[in-house]
């Protein structure tokens, strides 16, 4: 079946710590993005990328950072300079027409220990 | 600019009754909109969305949304509530003219079916 797939389903950072997030998409997508959800307040882009090779900051892109060298893939780095990263990660794609909504991953939840 | 309002944090119906929950956008051209619908835990699955056409979208588990423009609202509707319903409902909107920019989501809203 194609989907997305995020991992690890759970994480644990220490502080200062760097951590990558998991982001596999098989559809062909070409645009992917990251959210983050926190009680109450929806989500927040932090990144996003229409392109291989290319992304842009979303609203709130202070303390993280990905990558896209593969159309499949587009990790989350989420820096030690990520001051309070406890939350729910959310990866998602769209479908090359823009009409289309997104699909999206099943998250990660990252705790801070 | 684009944004989306969800005004209620939280609906309450008894099972088997009609249930709304409310959507309202601003975008400065027309819409695309929105229904993704969250169990805990778990990633947003989408519910339905409106392009173009009918105003009233049916989607998926007997839900249905209907499009005003006048009122730029998109609320989500149901004529009978189901326990298994109970979950977190997000709209989102983009401008049907900004090209390929990102969804922007409300804040959500927690839907409680009690039996």
């Known amino acids: 079946d194609g989907g997305i797939t995020q991992s690890p389903k759970y994480l644990f950072r220490k502080e200062g710590q760097n951590v990558t997030l998991s982001c596999e998409q098989n559809?062909?997508?070409?645009?992917m993005y990251w959210y983050r959800q926190d009680p109450g307040q929806g989500l927040r882009l932090i990144y996003y990328?229409?392109?291989?090779?290319?992304?842009q900051k979303g609203d709130i892109a202070e303390g993280y950072s990905v990558s896209r060298e593969k159309k499949e893939s587009f990790p989350l780095t989420v820096t030690s300079a990520q001051k309070n990263p406890t939350a729910f990660y959310l990866c998602?794609?769209?479908?090359?027409?823009?009409?289309?909504?997104?699909?999206f991953g099943s998250g990660t939840r990252l705790t801070v220990v | 600019a684009q944004s989306v309002a969800q005004p209620e944090d939280q609906v309450n119906v008894a099972e088997g009754n009609p249930l709304t929950v409310k959507c309202t956008y601003s975008v400065s051209g027309n819409p695309y909109l929105f229904w993704y619908v969250q169990y805990p835990n778990r990633g947003l699955q989408f519910l339905l969305k409106y392009i173009t056409g009918d105003n009233l979208v049916k989607g998926s588990y007997g839900f249905e949304a209907e499009f005003n423009k006048s009122q730029t609202s998109f609320h989500l509707k149901k004529p009978s509530a189901l326990v298994s319903d109970s979950a977190l409902y997000f709209c989102a909107v983009r401008d049907r003219g900004s090209g390929n920019t990102p969804l922007v989501f409300g804040k959500g809203t927690r839907l409680s079916v009690i039996a």
């Open positions: 990328s229409q392109i291989v090779n290319d992304f």
């Open positions: 998602a794609s769209r479908h090359p027409q823009s009409n289309y909504g997104y699909t």
């Open positions: 559809l062909n997508h070409d645009a």
